[in-house]
C-alpha cells in the first residue's frame, strides 16, 4: 500500500475508517481508497477525513449528545469567537449532572 506511514503514529483510526468505507474485496492492485503517499497532501486528506468523520459522529442520530454538541456549535458559529465556546462549556458544566445521568445510562447499555 504506497500509503502506509513511517512518521505518522496517530491517524491509525482515520485509516481504517478509510479502508473499511471504501474496500469492498477487490485485489490492491485496483483498490483506490484516495490516499496518498506520507506527504503534506497524504495530511491534507486526512485532516478532512477526520473531520468528515467527527461530524457523522456527532451529528448521527444516535448519539444521546447530539442536541448537545448541535447546540454548542450554534453558539459557537453564532458569536464566532473562543469565549463563545468557553461560555457554552461553562453552561453545559453547570448542567454536568445531567450529562452525568445520561453517561450512566449509556454504560448501563453497554
Known sequence: ?????????????VFTMRHMETNMGQPISKWKPGLHKESKIQQTTLEKLRQRYVHQMLTSKINMLKAMVLDLAKNISKYGTHSAYGSCILGYA???????RILMIVYEEV
Open 1 to 13: 500500500m504506497p500509503w502506509r506511514t513511517v512518521k505518522n503514529k496517530v491517524d491509525c483510526g
Open 94 to 100: 453547570n448542567n454536568l449532572q445531567n450529562l452525568k
